[in-house]
C-alpha cells in the first residue's frame, strides 16, 4: 500500500495569513492526488484533485502544487471559515489512502 | 442534485456483522466510470479509505480490512451495501460513503484521474455489548 503523509500535524495560523500544508507520498504517485477539508461533525469537502485541480465552487484562495511524492496545498489568505482539517488522499492504486490530516486552527 | 445517504444500525456488538447500506440520487451507478467509495473515521481520528465499487462492478478493499468486508451494489436500487463481519469496539466509527468522480488523463500520465466529490452525512456505529 501507498503511505501517505503530512506536515505539519497542526499549525495555528491568522486570518489573512498564507498557509501551506505538505503531503508526501511512499513511491511516485504522478498528479494522482486530492485534498479535502473536514469541518468539525461534517464530512469531508473535496478541495483539489489531480494535484492542482480546482473543484468547481471552491475559492480561489485554494491552490494545489506538486507530482511524484511532494504535494502542497496553499491556502492564500486564510478567512475564517477555513479552520478545518486537510486531508490528501492517493488515487494513483488502490487501495485508496489518507493522510493522516493537518488541523488549522486560529492563533 | 447529487446526493449520497447512508443508513445502518446505530449499535452492534462484538462479533456481529455490520451492514450499512449507501442510497444515492442524482446519478445512477451503471454510469461509465462511476463509483462509490466507503471511508470511516474513528472518533477523533483521521479518515481511513474501506472500499469502492465502480459501475462495471469492479471492487478494491483495503489491505488490512479485506478478510471482513464486502461492498456490492444494486443499480435498480441505486443503493451501495457494506458488510463487515466481526465487529469490535475499535471499529466504533463514523461511516461515510461517497461518489467516486473522474477526469481523463493529462497529455503526461495515463491513467484516469479518480476523486471523491460527493459525500454523504455519514452514520454512527458504535460497537458495545
Known amino acids: 500500500d501507498i503511505q501517505m503523509t503530512q506536515s505539519p500535524s497542526s499549525l495555528s495560523a491568522s486570518v489573512g495569513d498564507r498557509v501551506t500544508i505538505t503531503c508526501r507520498a511512499s513511491q511516485s504517485i504522478s498528479s494522482y492526488l486530492n485534498w479535502y477539508q473536514q469541518k468539525p461533525g461534517k464530512a469531508p469537502k473535496l478541495l483539489i484533485y489531480a494535484a492542482s485541480s480546482l473543484q468547481s465552487g471552491v475559492p480561489s484562495r485554494f491552490s494545489g502544487s506538486g507530482s511524484g511524492t511532494d504535494f502542497t496545498l496553499t491556502i492564500s489568505s486564510l478567512q475564517p471559515e477555513d479552520f478545518a482539517t486537510y486531508y490528501c488522499q492517493q488515487s494513483y492504486s488502490t487501495p485508496a489512502t489518507f493522510g493522516p490530516g493537518t488541523k488549522v486552527d486560529i492563533k | 442534485q447529487v446526493t449520497l445517504k447512508e443508513s445502518g444500525p446505530v449499535l452492534v456488538k462484538p462479533t456481529e456483522t455490520l451492514t450499512l447500506t449507501c442510497t444515492v440520487s442524482g446519478f445512477s451507478l451503471s454510469n461509465a466510470r462511476m463509483g462509490v467509495s466507503w471511508i470511516r473515521q474513528p472518533p477523533g481520528k483521521a479518515l481511513e479509505w474501506l472500499a469502492h465499487?465502480?459501475?462495471?462492478?469492479?471492487?478494491s478493499y483495503s489491505t488490512s480490512l479485506k478478510s471482513r468486508l464486502t461492498i456490492s451494489k444494486d443499480t435498480s436500487k441505486s443503493q451501495v451495501v457494506l458488510t463487515m463481519t466481526n465487529m469490535d469496539p475499535v471499529d466504533t466509527a463514523t461511516y461515510y460513503c461517497?461518489?467516486?468522480?473522474?477526469?481523463?488523463?493529462?497529455?503526461?500520465?495515463?491513467?484516469?484521474?479518480?476523486?471523491?466529490?460527493?459525500w454523504g452525512k455519514g452514520t454512527t456505529v458504535t460497537v458495545s455489548s
Open positions: 465499487i465502480f459501475s462495471n462492478d469492479e471492487k
Open positions: 461517497a461518489r467516486i468522480a473522474h477526469q481523463p488523463p493529462g497529455t503526461t500520465t495515463a491513467y484516469y484521474y479518480y476523486y471523491m466529490d460527493v
